[in-house]
Nanobody, 127 residues
């Protein structure tokens, strides 16, 4: 069994910060790329950020560059998303995903590239 469990979401005022965590269990050696997606009410699921497990190459959506930072803790099998200077448009359900291969820039933003998904954690930013 494999599992991705997100935590750290909540209600925050615009300009504030949150740190999301994604704890993985199971055979994590096969998870070469992990990422965060989000889905706002009435909108399509959107890529937020991704990271390769081995090399630590990071990817960000243009809308979050300079504000969000993705990182990984290999011993803890955990990926983090540090979110600073939050805006109301950052509101949504944030979901952790993992892929069984190292994803390049051409496919890392595509949800179909990922094999495993968490249940999501709600982030609400008030303006």
């Amino acid at each position: 069994q494999v599992q991705l469990v997100e935590s750290g979401g909540g209600l925050v005022q615009a300009g504030g910060s949150l740190r999301l965590s994604c704890a993985a269990s199971g055979r994590t050696f096969s998870w070469y790329t992990m990422a965060w997606f989000r889905q706002a009410p009435g909108k399509e699921r959107e890529f937020v950020s991704g990271i390769t497990w081995s090399g630590g190459t990071t990817y960000y959506a243009d809308s979050v560059k300079g504000r969000f930072t993705i990182s990984r803790d290999k011993p803890k099998n955990t990926v983090y998303l540090q979110m600073n200077t939050l805006k109301s448009e950052d509101t949504g359900v944030y979901v952790c995903a993992a892929a069984g291969r190292a994803l390049g820039r051409n496919v890392v933003r595509t949800s179909g590239s990922y094999d495993y998904w968490g249940q999501g954690t709600q982030v609400t930013v008030s303006s």
